[in-house]
Protein backbone atom coordinates (compact mmCIF):
# COMPACT_ATOMS: atom_id res chain seq x y z
CA UNK A 1 0.00 0.00 0.00
CA UNK A 2 3.52 2.40 0.76
CA UNK A 3 3.35 2.47 -3.47
CA UNK A 4 0.33 4.58 -3.23
CA UNK A 5 2.40 7.45 -1.29
CA UNK A 6 4.98 6.99 -3.68
CA UNK A 7 3.07 6.99 -7.52
CA UNK A 8 1.10 9.99 -5.99
CA UNK A 9 4.00 12.17 -4.57
CA UNK A 10 5.71 11.48 -7.58
CA UNK A 11 3.45 12.20 -10.24
CA UNK A 12 3.09 15.68 -8.32
CA UNK A 13 6.57 16.37 -8.63
CA UNK A 14 7.24 14.95 -12.36
CA UNK A 15 3.91 17.80 -12.92
CA UNK A 16 1.56 14.69 -13.98
CA UNK A 17 -1.12 15.96 -11.20
CA UNK A 18 -1.08 19.62 -9.96
CA UNK A 19 -3.39 21.80 -8.22
CA UNK A 20 -6.56 23.44 -9.43
CA UNK A 21 -5.66 27.58 -9.43
CA UNK A 22 -7.78 28.72 -6.18
CA UNK A 23 -8.87 31.14 -8.85
CA UNK A 24 -11.11 28.85 -10.84
CA UNK A 25 -13.22 28.28 -7.54
CA UNK A 26 -13.64 31.68 -7.00
CA UNK A 27 -15.05 32.08 -10.36
CA UNK A 28 -17.19 28.91 -10.00
CA UNK A 29 -18.56 29.63 -6.95
CA UNK A 30 -18.75 33.37 -7.63
CA UNK A 31 -20.65 32.06 -11.04
CA UNK A 32 -23.19 29.88 -8.65
CA UNK A 33 -23.93 32.58 -6.55
CA UNK A 34 -24.69 35.64 -9.70
CA UNK A 35 -26.66 32.54 -11.02
CA UNK A 36 -27.93 32.40 -7.79
CA UNK A 37 -28.85 35.41 -7.32
CA UNK A 38 -30.36 36.25 -10.79
CA UNK A 39 -32.77 33.43 -10.21
CA UNK A 40 -33.93 34.77 -7.53
CA UNK A 41 -34.58 38.46 -9.14
CA UNK A 42 -36.46 37.40 -11.39
CA UNK A 43 -38.40 34.76 -9.65
CA UNK A 44 -39.39 37.60 -7.23
CA UNK A 45 -40.22 39.65 -10.66
CA UNK A 46 -42.50 36.70 -11.78
CA UNK A 47 -44.00 37.03 -8.81
CA UNK A 48 -44.61 40.62 -8.61
CA UNK A 49 -46.34 39.84 -12.13
CA UNK A 50 -48.44 37.39 -10.50
CA UNK A 51 -49.29 40.41 -7.87
CA UNK A 52 -49.70 43.03 -10.45
CA UNK A 53 -52.45 40.17 -12.46
CA UNK A 54 -54.22 39.63 -9.05
CA UNK A 55 -54.29 43.63 -8.61
CA UNK A 56 -55.09 44.49 -11.77
CA UNK A 57 -57.73 42.24 -12.20
CA UNK A 58 -61.93 42.80 -12.73
CA UNK A 59 -63.10 40.40 -10.43
CA UNK A 60 -66.62 40.98 -10.88
CA UNK A 61 -66.24 40.80 -14.63
CA UNK A 62 -67.58 37.48 -14.29
CA UNK A 63 -71.52 38.72 -14.05
CA UNK A 64 -70.63 40.14 -17.48
CA UNK A 65 -69.46 37.52 -19.01
CA UNK A 66 -72.06 35.07 -17.55
CA UNK A 67 -69.53 32.68 -15.66
CA UNK A 68 -69.83 32.07 -11.88
CA UNK A 69 -67.03 33.28 -10.05
CA UNK A 70 -65.39 30.24 -9.48
CA UNK A 71 -65.04 29.74 -13.78
CA UNK A 72 -63.71 33.07 -13.96
CA UNK A 73 -60.98 32.52 -11.76
CA UNK A 74 -59.69 29.06 -13.65
CA UNK A 75 -60.20 31.02 -17.33
CA UNK A 76 -58.17 33.82 -15.81
CA UNK A 77 -55.47 32.35 -13.56
CA UNK A 78 -52.29 33.84 -14.83
CA UNK A 79 -50.76 30.04 -15.27
CA UNK A 80 -47.90 30.98 -17.32
CA UNK A 81 -46.65 32.89 -14.23
CA UNK A 82 -47.61 30.19 -12.03
CA UNK A 83 -45.65 27.79 -14.15
CA UNK A 84 -42.59 29.88 -14.48
CA UNK A 85 -42.59 30.59 -10.62
CA UNK A 86 -42.43 26.68 -9.84
CA UNK A 87 -39.97 26.47 -12.51
CA UNK A 88 -37.48 29.44 -11.14
CA UNK A 89 -38.27 28.12 -7.00
CA UNK A 90 -37.28 24.83 -8.12
CA UNK A 91 -33.90 26.70 -10.04
CA UNK A 92 -32.78 28.57 -7.01
CA UNK A 93 -33.51 24.93 -4.74
CA UNK A 94 -31.28 22.99 -6.58
CA UNK A 95 -28.45 25.72 -7.53
CA UNK A 96 -29.22 27.07 -3.28
CA UNK A 97 -27.99 22.77 -3.02
CA UNK A 98 -25.03 23.61 -5.20
CA UNK A 99 -23.85 25.88 -3.01
CA UNK A 100 -21.08 25.10 -0.18
CA UNK A 101 -23.05 24.91 2.69
CA UNK A 102 -26.60 24.58 0.53
CA UNK A 103 -26.65 20.70 1.99
CA UNK A 104 -26.87 21.45 5.51
CA UNK A 105 -30.15 23.41 5.11
CA UNK A 106 -33.67 21.08 5.73
CA UNK A 107 -35.58 21.19 2.11
CA UNK A 108 -38.56 22.94 4.08
CA UNK A 109 -36.49 25.91 5.15
CA UNK A 110 -34.91 26.11 1.78
CA UNK A 111 -38.60 26.22 0.53
CA UNK A 112 -39.94 28.80 2.63
CA UNK A 113 -36.49 31.40 2.72
CA UNK A 114 -37.44 31.29 -1.43
CA UNK A 115 -41.04 32.08 -1.23
CA UNK A 116 -40.67 34.12 1.53
CA UNK A 117 -37.85 36.68 -0.42
CA UNK A 118 -40.18 35.75 -3.49
CA UNK A 119 -43.13 37.53 -1.90
CA UNK A 120 -41.43 40.62 -0.25
CA UNK A 121 -39.18 41.04 -3.22
CA UNK A 122 -42.56 40.40 -5.62
CA UNK A 123 -44.54 43.14 -3.57
CA UNK A 124 -41.07 45.55 -3.97
CA UNK A 125 -41.59 45.28 -7.74
CA UNK A 126 -45.14 45.19 -7.98
CA UNK A 127 -45.27 48.87 -6.67
CA UNK A 128 -42.27 49.96 -8.89
CA UNK A 129 -44.49 48.57 -11.63
CA UNK A 130 -42.19 46.06 -12.79
CA UNK A 131 -45.00 43.63 -12.74
CA UNK A 132 -46.84 45.22 -15.40
CA UNK A 133 -43.96 46.28 -17.65
CA UNK A 134 -42.85 42.87 -17.72
CA UNK A 135 -46.38 41.41 -18.33
CA UNK A 136 -46.93 44.45 -21.00
CA UNK A 137 -43.14 43.51 -23.05
CA UNK A 138 -43.96 39.75 -22.66
CA UNK A 139 -47.84 40.52 -23.90
CA UNK A 140 -46.40 42.44 -26.85
CA UNK A 141 -42.90 40.05 -27.78
CA UNK A 142 -44.03 36.90 -26.85
CA UNK A 143 -46.78 34.90 -29.20
CA UNK A 144 -49.76 32.92 -27.77
CA UNK A 145 -48.67 34.37 -24.28
CA UNK A 146 -52.44 35.65 -24.07
CA UNK A 147 -53.60 32.64 -24.43
CA UNK A 148 -52.11 31.23 -20.92
CA UNK A 149 -52.79 34.96 -19.09
CA UNK A 150 -56.19 36.41 -18.35
CA UNK A 151 -56.22 38.98 -21.02
CA UNK A 152 -57.97 42.46 -19.71
CA UNK A 153 -57.23 44.46 -23.19
CA UNK A 154 -59.34 41.26 -24.85
CA UNK A 155 -62.27 41.49 -22.45
CA UNK A 156 -62.48 45.38 -22.31
CA UNK A 157 -62.17 45.43 -26.28
CA UNK A 158 -66.08 44.15 -27.10
CA UNK A 159 -68.15 46.55 -27.90
CA UNK A 160 -70.75 44.30 -28.90
CA UNK A 161 -71.61 44.04 -25.26
CA UNK A 162 -70.63 47.44 -24.39
CA UNK A 163 -66.68 47.35 -23.38
CA UNK A 164 -64.45 48.76 -24.98
CA UNK A 165 -60.65 50.58 -23.89
CA UNK A 166 -57.92 52.66 -25.36
CA UNK A 167 -56.04 55.91 -24.84
CA UNK A 168 -57.90 59.03 -25.11
CA UNK A 169 -56.61 60.81 -27.94
CA UNK A 170 -59.05 64.51 -28.13
CA UNK A 171 -61.57 65.89 -25.63
CA UNK A 172 -64.63 67.88 -26.74
CA UNK A 173 -67.26 69.39 -25.29
CA UNK A 174 -69.76 66.35 -23.79
CA UNK A 175 -67.58 63.84 -26.04
CA UNK A 176 -63.62 62.74 -26.58
CA UNK A 177 -62.20 60.62 -29.16
CA UNK A 178 -60.39 57.19 -28.11
CA UNK A 179 -57.99 54.97 -29.82
CA UNK A 180 -58.52 51.29 -29.08
CA UNK A 181 -55.75 48.71 -28.53
CA UNK A 182 -56.02 47.53 -31.95
CA UNK A 183 -55.54 51.55 -32.72
CA UNK A 184 -59.36 51.94 -33.93
CA UNK A 185 -60.93 55.47 -33.40
CA UNK A 186 -63.96 55.69 -31.32
CA UNK A 187 -66.18 58.56 -30.90
CA UNK A 188 -67.12 58.87 -27.20
CA UNK A 189 -70.41 60.26 -25.98
CA UNK A 190 -69.86 61.31 -22.26
CA UNK A 191 -72.64 63.42 -21.33
CA UNK A 192 -73.63 62.27 -17.58
CA UNK A 193 -71.31 59.79 -17.82
CA UNK A 194 -70.18 58.51 -14.35
CA UNK A 195 -66.49 58.61 -14.20
CA UNK A 196 -65.51 56.36 -11.51
CA UNK A 197 -62.24 56.49 -8.80
CA UNK A 198 -59.43 58.36 -10.52
CA UNK A 199 -60.37 58.67 -14.13
CA UNK A 200 -60.32 61.64 -15.66
CA UNK A 201 -60.88 62.85 -18.62
CA UNK A 202 -57.36 63.59 -20.03
CA UNK A 203 -55.41 63.28 -22.92
CA UNK A 204 -53.58 60.17 -23.22
CA UNK A 205 -54.97 58.89 -20.24
CA UNK A 206 -55.89 55.00 -20.57
CA UNK A 207 -59.51 53.98 -19.72
CA UNK A 208 -61.74 51.56 -20.23
CA UNK A 209 -65.23 51.88 -20.34
CA UNK A 210 -68.70 50.53 -20.53
CA UNK A 211 -72.01 51.76 -22.27
CA UNK A 212 -73.55 51.23 -25.35
CA UNK A 213 -72.03 50.85 -29.01
CA UNK A 214 -74.37 53.56 -31.41
CA UNK A 215 -72.59 52.74 -34.32
CA UNK A 216 -69.60 51.75 -36.11
CA UNK A 217 -66.80 54.04 -34.39
CA UNK A 218 -69.34 55.93 -31.98
CA UNK A 219 -70.11 55.27 -27.79
CA UNK A 220 -72.09 55.98 -25.47
CA UNK A 221 -70.02 55.64 -22.29
CA UNK A 222 -71.88 55.25 -19.33
CA UNK A 223 -69.39 54.91 -16.17
CA UNK A 224 -65.67 55.38 -17.35
CA UNK A 225 -63.03 53.97 -14.85
CA UNK A 226 -58.90 54.06 -14.94
CA UNK A 227 -57.64 51.14 -16.96
CA UNK A 228 -55.41 50.26 -13.60
CA UNK A 229 -58.27 50.62 -11.82
CA UNK A 230 -60.97 47.83 -10.86
CA UNK A 231 -64.40 48.39 -11.91
CA UNK A 232 -66.64 49.82 -9.44
CA UNK A 233 -69.91 50.23 -10.52
CA UNK A 234 -70.25 47.80 -13.47
CA UNK A 235 -72.25 45.34 -11.69
CA UNK A 236 -74.94 47.58 -12.66
CA UNK A 237 -74.67 47.05 -16.51
CA UNK A 238 -76.09 43.33 -15.88
CA UNK A 239 -79.14 44.15 -14.70
CA UNK A 240 -79.73 47.73 -17.23
CA UNK A 241 -77.58 47.48 -20.53
CA UNK A 242 -78.66 51.08 -21.30
CA UNK A 243 -76.36 53.92 -21.01
CA UNK A 244 -77.38 56.17 -17.56
CA UNK A 245 -78.20 59.39 -19.75
CA UNK A 246 -78.94 60.38 -22.85
CA UNK A 247 -76.27 61.46 -25.41
CA UNK A 248 -76.29 65.04 -26.13
CA UNK B 1 7.37 5.43 1.96
CA UNK B 2 11.26 5.44 3.12
CA UNK B 3 11.74 7.76 0.02
CA UNK B 4 9.27 10.06 0.96
CA UNK B 5 10.77 9.68 5.21
CA UNK B 6 13.77 10.97 3.77
CA UNK B 7 12.51 14.18 2.50
CA UNK B 8 9.62 14.52 5.23
CA UNK B 9 10.07 14.00 8.49
CA UNK B 10 6.95 13.03 9.50
CA UNK B 11 7.97 12.59 13.34
CA UNK B 12 7.97 16.47 12.68
CA UNK B 13 4.18 16.74 11.57
CA UNK B 14 2.71 14.44 14.32
CA UNK B 15 1.38 16.70 16.46
CA UNK B 16 0.12 19.31 13.38
CA UNK B 17 -3.66 18.72 12.73
CA UNK B 18 -4.70 17.79 9.25
CA UNK B 19 -6.20 21.48 8.78
CA UNK B 20 -2.37 22.32 9.53
CA UNK B 21 -1.28 19.86 6.77
CA UNK B 22 -3.69 21.49 3.78
CA UNK B 23 -2.00 24.69 4.89
CA UNK B 24 1.52 23.25 4.42
CA UNK B 25 0.75 21.50 1.81
CA UNK B 26 -0.48 24.25 -0.03
CA UNK B 27 3.02 25.68 0.12
CA UNK B 28 5.16 22.83 0.03
CA UNK B 29 3.87 19.57 -2.06
CA UNK B 30 5.82 16.78 -0.03
CA UNK B 31 3.86 17.40 3.21
CA UNK B 32 1.18 15.96 1.29
CA UNK B 33 2.23 12.07 1.86
CA UNK B 34 2.07 12.74 5.43
CA UNK B 35 -1.69 13.28 5.19
CA UNK B 36 -1.65 10.45 2.46
CA UNK B 37 -0.26 8.29 5.65
CA UNK B 38 -2.84 9.78 8.06
CA UNK B 39 -5.62 8.41 5.66
CA UNK B 40 -4.71 6.00 3.73
CA UNK B 41 -5.61 2.65 6.16
CA UNK B 42 -8.73 4.33 7.38
CA UNK B 43 -9.93 4.91 3.75
CA UNK B 44 -8.75 1.62 2.54
CA UNK B 45 -11.30 0.32 5.35
CA UNK B 46 -13.73 3.25 4.39
CA UNK B 47 -14.03 2.00 0.86
CA UNK B 48 -14.44 -1.80 1.50
CA UNK B 49 -17.10 -1.51 4.24
CA UNK B 50 -19.20 0.67 2.01
CA UNK B 51 -18.21 -1.48 -1.37
CA UNK B 52 -17.03 -4.51 -0.72
CA UNK B 53 -14.07 -3.97 -3.34
CA UNK B 54 -11.39 -6.20 -3.75
CA UNK B 55 -8.29 -4.78 -2.56
CA UNK B 56 -6.90 -4.36 -6.09
CA UNK B 57 -9.89 -2.25 -6.70
CA UNK B 58 -9.99 -0.48 -3.05
CA UNK B 59 -6.25 0.50 -4.03
CA UNK B 60 -7.48 1.90 -7.50
CA UNK B 61 -9.91 4.32 -5.84
CA UNK B 62 -7.72 5.27 -2.86
CA UNK B 63 -5.07 6.30 -5.30
CA UNK B 64 -8.10 8.60 -7.34
CA UNK B 65 -9.28 10.37 -4.08
CA UNK B 66 -5.69 11.35 -2.75
CA UNK B 67 -5.15 12.22 -6.12
CA UNK B 68 -8.62 14.48 -6.30
CA UNK B 69 -7.87 15.75 -2.98
CA UNK B 70 -4.82 17.08 -3.95
CA UNK B 71 -6.34 18.85 -7.34
CA UNK B 72 -8.44 20.22 -5.43
CA UNK B 73 -6.67 21.76 -2.09
CA UNK B 74 -6.90 25.06 -3.03
CA UNK B 75 -11.07 24.16 -2.58
CA UNK B 76 -10.55 23.06 0.78
CA UNK B 77 -13.13 25.14 3.27
CA UNK B 78 -11.25 25.48 6.60
CA UNK B 79 -14.89 25.49 7.99
CA UNK B 80 -14.79 22.00 7.34
CA UNK B 81 -12.80 19.07 9.19
CA UNK B 82 -10.55 17.82 6.54
CA UNK B 83 -11.41 13.80 7.53
CA UNK B 84 -14.72 14.93 6.49
CA UNK B 85 -13.64 16.65 3.37
CA UNK B 86 -11.71 13.56 2.23
CA UNK B 87 -14.46 11.37 3.59
CA UNK B 88 -16.85 13.05 1.18
CA UNK B 89 -14.23 12.87 -1.74
CA UNK B 90 -13.91 9.32 -0.97
CA UNK B 91 -17.55 8.32 -0.69
CA UNK B 92 -18.46 10.05 -3.71
CA UNK B 93 -15.39 8.33 -5.37
CA UNK B 94 -16.60 5.13 -4.64
CA UNK B 95 -20.21 5.52 -5.43
CA UNK B 96 -18.97 6.54 -9.01
CA UNK B 97 -16.55 3.56 -9.43
CA UNK B 98 -19.42 1.52 -8.46
CA UNK B 99 -22.04 2.58 -11.03
CA UNK B 100 -19.04 2.41 -13.91
CA UNK B 101 -18.61 -1.42 -12.78
CA UNK B 102 -21.52 -1.79 -11.55
CA UNK B 103 -21.17 -3.82 -9.19
CA UNK B 104 -23.58 -4.60 -6.60
CA UNK B 105 -22.25 -3.15 -3.22
CA UNK B 106 -22.60 -5.04 0.07
CA UNK B 107 -26.25 -6.13 -0.07
CA UNK B 108 -25.40 -8.74 -2.53
CA UNK B 109 -22.99 -10.64 -0.02
CA UNK B 110 -22.98 -13.97 1.20
CA UNK B 111 -22.17 -15.82 4.15
CA UNK B 112 -18.94 -15.88 2.58
CA UNK B 113 -18.72 -12.34 2.11
CA UNK B 114 -19.11 -11.64 5.47
CA UNK B 115 -15.38 -9.85 7.04
CA UNK B 116 -14.52 -8.63 10.12
CA UNK B 117 -15.04 -5.63 9.64
CA UNK B 118 -19.04 -5.96 9.09
CA UNK B 119 -18.54 -8.68 12.22
CA UNK B 120 -17.55 -5.39 14.50
CA UNK B 121 -20.28 -3.39 12.62
CA UNK B 122 -22.38 -5.99 13.72
CA UNK B 123 -21.97 -5.84 17.74
CA UNK B 124 -21.46 -1.75 17.83
CA UNK B 125 -24.91 -1.78 16.58
CA UNK B 126 -26.05 -4.37 18.57
CA UNK B 127 -24.48 -2.70 21.59
CA UNK B 128 -26.45 0.23 20.85
CA UNK B 129 -29.79 -1.74 21.01
CA UNK B 130 -31.51 -3.84 23.00
CA UNK B 131 -31.70 -6.45 21.40
CA UNK B 132 -28.53 -7.65 22.90
CA UNK B 133 -30.53 -8.40 25.95
CA UNK B 134 -32.81 -11.01 24.45
CA UNK B 135 -30.46 -13.03 21.73
CA UNK B 136 -27.92 -14.81 22.48
CA UNK B 137 -25.02 -12.39 21.51
CA UNK B 138 -23.21 -15.23 18.95
CA UNK B 139 -26.44 -16.39 17.03
CA UNK B 140 -27.41 -12.70 17.28
CA UNK B 141 -24.55 -11.46 15.36
CA UNK B 142 -24.77 -13.64 12.60
CA UNK B 143 -28.12 -12.76 11.94
CA UNK B 144 -26.99 -8.89 12.59
CA UNK B 145 -24.23 -9.07 10.20
CA UNK B 146 -26.64 -10.76 6.94
CA UNK B 147 -29.40 -7.81 8.33
CA UNK B 148 -26.94 -5.59 7.44
CA UNK B 149 -26.63 -6.72 3.87
CA UNK B 150 -30.54 -6.60 4.06
CA UNK B 151 -29.79 -2.59 4.59
CA UNK B 152 -30.69 -0.20 1.87
CA UNK B 153 -27.65 1.58 1.13
CA UNK B 154 -28.72 4.99 2.27
CA UNK B 155 -29.43 3.30 5.88
CA UNK B 156 -25.86 1.20 5.61
CA UNK B 157 -24.14 3.83 5.08
CA UNK B 158 -24.87 5.82 7.93
CA UNK B 159 -24.54 2.94 10.50
CA UNK B 160 -21.03 2.44 8.51
CA UNK B 161 -20.19 6.20 9.39
CA UNK B 162 -21.90 6.38 12.76
CA UNK B 163 -20.66 3.32 14.57
CA UNK B 164 -17.42 1.99 12.22
CA UNK B 165 -15.91 5.39 11.53
CA UNK B 166 -17.71 6.83 14.63
CA UNK B 167 -18.06 9.87 13.23
CA UNK B 168 -20.41 12.39 14.93
CA UNK B 169 -23.76 13.65 13.12
CA UNK B 170 -22.03 16.66 12.18
CA UNK B 171 -19.03 14.80 10.52
CA UNK B 172 -22.04 12.71 8.52
CA UNK B 173 -23.69 15.55 7.37
CA UNK B 174 -21.06 16.99 5.86
CA UNK B 175 -19.37 13.66 4.62
CA UNK B 176 -22.90 12.85 2.95
CA UNK B 177 -24.02 16.23 2.39
CA UNK B 178 -27.42 16.18 3.75
CA UNK B 179 -28.76 18.38 6.77
CA UNK B 180 -27.90 17.48 10.47
CA UNK B 181 -31.66 16.53 10.68
CA UNK B 182 -31.78 14.31 7.85
CA UNK B 183 -29.02 12.21 9.25
CA UNK B 184 -30.68 12.03 12.66
CA UNK B 185 -33.50 10.26 10.85
CA UNK B 186 -31.67 8.35 9.00
CA UNK B 187 -29.78 6.64 11.88
CA UNK B 188 -32.95 6.58 13.42
CA UNK B 189 -34.24 4.33 11.00
CA UNK B 190 -31.76 3.00 9.59
CA UNK B 191 -31.74 1.16 13.32
CA UNK B 192 -35.06 0.45 13.67
CA UNK B 193 -35.36 -1.47 10.60
CA UNK B 194 -32.26 -3.18 11.05
CA UNK B 195 -33.43 -3.97 14.79
CA UNK B 196 -36.56 -5.48 12.17
CA UNK B 197 -34.58 -7.26 10.13
CA UNK B 198 -32.94 -9.57 13.36
CA UNK B 199 -35.86 -9.51 15.07
CA UNK B 200 -37.33 -11.27 11.58
CA UNK B 201 -34.44 -13.59 11.03
CA UNK B 202 -34.49 -15.00 14.64
CA UNK B 203 -37.87 -16.01 14.13
CA UNK B 204 -37.23 -17.57 10.85
CA UNK B 205 -34.62 -19.75 12.49
CA UNK B 206 -36.65 -20.94 15.00
CA UNK B 207 -39.08 -22.35 12.81
Given at each position: MNDIDKNIIEKIKSGKITKKPKWIFIIERTGLWVLLVSTTLICSATFGVILFSIVDH???MHEIIGKTFFEFLMISMPYFWIILLILLSLLIYIEFKKT??????MPHIIITAIALLSVILGIFWHFLGVGEVIHEFVSNN???YEDFVYNKKDVWSHPEIGLISGRISSIEDGRFGLVDWNGKMWEVYASGTIWNG??????NRRVKISGIKDDEGIFSAREVNDWKESV????KMKQ????ARSIE | MDVLRKTVNFELYKERTDEDLVVETLK????YAVLIDRYQKKLTRYIQRISSLSNEDAEEILQEIFIKTYKNLNDF????KFSSWIYRIAHNEVISHIQKIKTIP??????????EEQESLAEKIATDTDIEREFDKKIMRDHITSALGALDKKYRDVLILRF?????YEEISDILQKPIGTVSVLIKRAKEKFKNIVVEKNIHTEL
Open positions: DWNKTGYRYIPYTATNTLQIIKNRTP | CDDIDTSLFSSLGQEGINLEEKD
